[in-house]
Each structure stands twice: as C-alpha cells, then as structure tokens.
C-alpha cells in the first residue's frame, strides 16, 4: 500500500502526518506501507519542513529526516492508494486534480477517526499542538484500518 499526505505547502501538516504515520506503522511493526506527503499549491516548493513541525515531531519522540516540499501531479497521484489531504481545500484540489478513476483514492485525514472536519493549518494559527493532536488522533486511526483490512 502507498499512502500520501497532503496538504497546501507541503511543509506543516502533510509532512508531521507523514512522519507520524511512519513511525506508526514502524511501532506497530508493519513495513510494507510506503508513506509520502506533497504539496497542492507552489508556495513552499523546495522548502524543508517548518520549524513548528520540526520542533513538535521533535518534543512528541517522532523520527523525521530532511525533504524538500514537492507538488503533485496527477500522474504522480496516480502511484498512490490513499490520497489523504487535511481539510476540505485540499480535498477540492486533489479531486480537481487527479484522474477522474482515481478519486474514490481521495480521503481526508479525520475521516478515518470518524471526525468529518479539517486539521488546522498551524502556518496560520500557530498551534501546532492542536495540529499534533488531530494528526495523531487521524494517523491513528488509518493504522487501526489498515490492520483490519478495511483500506487497501
């Protein structure tokens, strides 16, 4: 299964689900998973991952390395199962976006914790705890579906 994460930039909450996501899976002893994060939009292209992000994967123990934030194509949304944005604009843009066969792939992140609302940018509020916690509690929860088969 190959899974990405989305968001606007690519550098605050597609990476931190990103990077939670793997060490999940790693903790949960589960390796045949691949797990990305892209942007939607331009404006961070080649960018690292923000500072906010970094420190709070840091403070929660969560393993990250460096990237360059990168935006999607459909082509590349093609080599995905899971397309996962973090609120109602990336959903719009990936299902603009990507192939017409290949948007029943489209998912927001809370949708999998049974939360039908979006993770706040914390480029914008500043909280990346609260960003943390929704990342977490959405992350989550795809793991228990993946165990039990529910997602593909």
Do not use: Q
Not at 24 to 52: C, F, K, N, Q
Request: net charge neutral; with cysteine.
């Amino acid at each position: 299964m190959k899974i990405l994460f989305v968001c606007h930039g690519n550098i605050c909450r597609s990476p931190m689900a990103e990077f939670v996501m793997k060490e999940l899976l790693r903790r949960a002893g589960i390796e045949d998973v691949v797990v990305a994060s892209a942007a939607m939009h331009t404006d961070a292209i080649g960018s690292d991952i923000h500072h906010g992000t970094r420190g709070k994967l840091r403070a929660e123990g969560i393993p990250f390395a460096p990237r360059a934030a990168w935006l999607l194509t459909a082509a590349k949304a093609r080599e995905y199962d899971l397309l996962v944005g973090m609120d109602a604009y990336n959903k719009a843009d990936l299902l603009r976006l990507v192939y017409p066969d290949d948007r029943a792939k489209v998912h927001l992140l809370l949708d999998f914790a049974g939360k039908s609302r979006d993770i706040a940018d914390p480029w914008y509020t500043g909280n990346f705890d609260e960003t943390y916690a929704d990342v977490l509690e959405g992350c989550t929860a795809l793991l228990e579906k993946i165990r039990n088969g529910a997602v593909r």
